[in-house]
Nanobody, 118 residues
Framework: QVQLVESGGGLVQAGGSLRLSCAASGRTFSNYVMGWFRQAPGKEREFVAAITYSRGRTYYADSVKGRFTISRDHFKNTIGLQMNSLEPEDTAVYYC???????????WGQGTQVTVSS
């Protein structure tokens, strides 16, 4: 059974940084794309970033390019999301995902709250 467990959310001031981590277990992820989605209050879930687990190819939403960096660690079976220059508009619940394509994940974590104050 696939499990994705996020950590690292919290409260930060605008312009600050946070790093999210996701521990993945339950299967081999070598053929998967791992990623992050987010959902702000009153809005639909949206794609944030993704990375192919084997080759490390990355994908980013335009709204986070240049500010967020996704990474993966094969040995620890984790993925990370380094978030810099945070803006209040980044406030959301962030979900770790896994699937066969970046935009249509089949597995979701429980989510971690990120709040950016102005």
């Amino acid at each position: 059974q696939v499990q994705l467990v996020e950590s690292g959310g919290g409260l930060v001031q605008a312009g600050g940084s946070l790093r999210l981590s996701c521990a993945a277990s339950g299967r081999t992820f070598s053929n998967y794309v791992m990623g992050w989605f987010r959902q702000a209050p009153g809005k639909e879930r949206e794609f944030v970033a993704a990375i192919t687990y084997s080759r490390g190819r990355t994908y980013y939403a335009d709204s986070v390019k240049g500010r967020f960096t996704i990474s993966r660690d094969h040995f620890k079976n984790t993925i990370g999301l380094q978030m810099n220059s945070l803006e209040p508009e980044d406030t959301a619940v962030y979900y770790c995902t896994a699937g066969v394509s970046p935009m249509t994940p089949g597995y979701w974590g429980q989510g971690t709250q990120v709040t950016v104050s102005s």
